[in-house]
């Protein structure tokens, strides 16, 4: 069965710093892999995702992820976080099945900024 | 353009009362989730459908039960409410297969119960 781990709980970073939050996935096949992210009292908005290709992924407001199949990895980054990055954020790993696909979730890192 | 759409958006129920969560998509996506959200625990996945009358447990799928009556409505129920349940409900929803696009979620149900 698949799985996901996000090692940080908790990052706190300063505004213009760069980021980096760790997501481990655990699946037998080629997976895809998503990034959401989460504003307080808000639903989920999808960053980036990658299925095959280039394994460095690009995203929306200035983040991108690397897939690493050796380290079984997808870790989101952005070379300067600003104030309003600070969310949740959720890797995600989806499998394929025959007529649906099942998205788990993993626990989430929460960032806070400061300034 | 409504997207997924939740109701209630709150509710607080006594312990061993039941309700239903609604969730209506509005993108003609085959696929359909329900999730929870709880403090430290991430999203989890309770139940989700692959097309009208097909539902499939997820990682929590005890005391839930779920309804796809047609493409657009997929339904949470809760036939005896407990405290552990008290969490945020998230519905989402995606076209097949999931490469081609991405989950879509709604705003949330907030639900304690009491």
């Known amino acids: 069965a698949q799985s996901v781990t996000q090692p940080d709980i908790h990052i706190t970073v300063s505004e213009g710093a760069s980021l980096e939050l760790r997501c481990n996935y655990s699946y037998g096949a080629t997976p895809y892999l998503f990034w959401y992210v989460q504003s307080p009292g808000q639903g989920l908005q999808l960053l980036l995702k990658y299925f095959s290709g280039d394994t460095l992924v690009q995203g929306i407001k200035g983040f991108e992820a690397e897939f690493k199949r050796s380290q079984s990895s997808f870790n989101l980054r952005k070379p300067s976080v600003h104030w309003s990055d600070a969310a949740e954020y959720f890797c995600a790993v989806g499998s394929l099945s025959y007529n649906t696909d099942k998205l788990i979730f993993g626990t989430g890192t929460r960032l806070q900024v400061f300034p | 353009n409504a997207g997924v759409t939740q109701t209630p958006k709150f509710q607080v129920l006594k312990t061993g009362q039941s309700m239903t969560l609604q969730c209506a998509q509005d993108?003609?996506?085959?696929?359909m989730y329900w999730y929870r959200q709880d403090p430290g625990m991430g999203l989890r996945l309770i139940y989700y459908s692959a097309s009208e009358g097909t539902t499939d447990k997820g990682e929590v799928p005890n005391g839930y039960n779920v309804s796809r009556l047609n493409k657009r409505e997929f339904s949470l129920r809760l036939e005896s409410a407990a405290p552990s349940q008290t969490s945020v409900y998230f519905c989402a929803s995606a076209g097949f297969p999931l490469m081609n696009t991405e989950a879509f979620f709604g705003q949330g149900t907030r639900l304690t119960v009491v």
């Open positions: 993108m003609n996506h085959n696929s």
